[in-house]
């Protein structure tokens, strides 16, 4: 591998936060578990009294397959101070149990609140001293004790009614703070009802609609190595001006010897002809060529079982329905990436209908298609006339280059088009009783099997 991607070590910091390309995350993540985290997982030998484990635990990735981070930051200064300035967003970010526990929350204080205002109202006035003197005026007529004053602050703050409790008006006091609790109590009820309505009208709960496959492939298109993703809409209001974009995360470290464990490579997508830009009527194939600039460049095979990776991928749009921004979010690993296959295709046309139909059902399904054993760098290195044998098994096409700058010859196989399908491989073959030495222009002998020499031509 070169250096534009991996890390001069092996190892990493264990003093950092985040241990998710580090040799020591398995030790580190088991003495940051909890006591109740701990006994768990020696309870699993009993799988009746375990539950399943989380699939996402096992990856360990950045970016969770729906799109949600597994990143912990510590060594927060004042944020709660800045978390209280910036309070609508950090409202709209709680977790549903949180924002239920403030509605239920803000609503019990204000009725408490206003229950100890009208409780000290009557008990000012004499109203539970007198409750059996017929002569005496009551602020508040049938309220008797705390817990009637906490019902008639309930009925007046959500103006459902007095029944046989209900405020004297000839009483000074009784006016002002029945304007300010029914005053109050509406702009609570507006306030909360913005506030559940805004966390369920969340775009980001657009995402889950959008899919996107579970493996990732490479393949070979065109004669060039692409890696290819497949991603859907199951909704019939489609995003709006969607565009996609990835990156690859991985370490990498530079010339003057720094270190970045999480270092971000671009990785452009195109869906089709289209560039990044998505319009998602039908599932779309994602397709990001493997080139120089691409930082899969010098990936082969035998890499993705040893290399640690993350391919994290980012499909923004447009909501139709409401006009509010989206984005929908996966992460690949190298596990994740099958090398030689591509997708099934699942788009057909109904002739009865007289309509395209779209088989979700196979929307994960990849078809085996080439045995490509090396790199992008590997393959363009040879169509440079740096490698001196490639080798088809399908039809037993060899080629051969004629000198260092001259280009190869292919045997039997004229375009560049059947160039594209060969079977590239970089080990000398093992030698034969029928091979000869054949000659060739720069000076080299090359083996060839069989006696029978098969004219050349330059590719």
């Known amino acids: 591998m070169s250096g534009k991607g991996t890390a001069g070590s092996s190892g990493s910091e264990v003093g950092g936060t985040i241990f998710l390309f580090s ?13 109740w985290e701990r006994l768990g997982s020696k309870c699993c030998a009993l799988p009746a009294f375990c539950k399943a484990d989380d699939p996402e635990e096992k990856r360990r990735a950045i970016v969770k397959k729906n799109g949600a981070f597994r990143i912990y930051s510590a060594g927060l200064n004042e944020h709660k101070r800045k978390y209280l300035a910036d309070l609508y967003i950090t409202l709209i970010d709680l977790e549903w149990r949180y ?48 817990p009637g004053a906490i019902l008639f602050s309930i009925e007046t703050q959500t103006t459902i009614g007095y029944g046989m409790a209900y405020p004297n008006a000839d009483c000074g006091a009784t006016l002002p703070l029945m304007y300010l609790q029914v005053v109050l109590g509406f702009f609570l009820e507006t306030l909360m009802l913005g506030f559940i309505f805004v966390k369920i009208a969340r775009p980001k709960y657009r995402s889950n609609t959008i899919l996107f496959s579970k493996k990732a492939v490479i393949n070979q298109e065109n004669g060039q190595l692409v890696l290819q993703i497949r991603v859907g809409d199951l909704r019939k209001s489609h995003l709006v001006d969607s565009c996609i974009s990835g990156m690859l995360i991985r370490r990498h470290s530079t010339a003057e010897g720094a270190y970045y464990p999480l270092y971000q490579f671009n990785c452009e997508f195109s869906a089709n002809g289209m560039g990044d830009r998505v319009f998602l009527l039908w599932p779309i194939i994602l397709t990001h060529i493997i080139d120089k600039d691409s930082p899969l460049y010098d990936i082969r095979p035998s890499d993705l079982s040893t290399e640690k990776f993350e391919l994290v991928l980012f499909l923004s749009g447009t909501v139709e329905s409401t006009g509010e921004t989206c984005q929908a979010r996966t992460s690949y690993l190298p596990k994740e990436i099958l090398w030689g296959h591509r997708f099934e295709r699942i788009e057909e046309y109904d002739i009865g209908h007289s309509r395209w139909h779209v ?30 044998k490639i080798t088809n098994f399908g039809d037993g096409i060899t080629v051969e280059e004629e000198g260092a700058g001259a280009g190869p010859l292919v045997k039997a196989a004229a375009s560049s088009q059947q160039l594209s399908s060969l079977r590239y491989d970089l080990s000398p073959s093992p030698a034969s009783p029928n091979d000869k030495e054949v000659p060739v222009a720069s000076g080299r002998s090359k083996k060839k099997k069989g006696a029978e020499k098969v004219s050349e031509t330059r590719a």
């Open 359 to 388: 088989d979700f059902a196979g929307f994960d399904d990849v078809v085996y298609c080439q045995n490509i054993r090396h790199s992008a760098k590997e393959l363009d290195s040879f169509r440079e006339g740096r490698i001196e």
């Open 23 to 35: 040799d020591h995350e398995q030790e580190t993540a088991s003495k940051r578990k909890r006591w």
């Open 99 to 146: 924002a239920m526990a403030i509605l239920f929350n803000v609503f019990l204080v204000t009725f408490m609140v206003f229950a100890v205002f009208w409780w000290l109202m009557a008990n000012n006035n004499g109203d539970f001293d007198n409750l059996h003197n017929p002569d005496h005026e009551f602020c508040l007529l049938g309220v008797k004790s705390f």
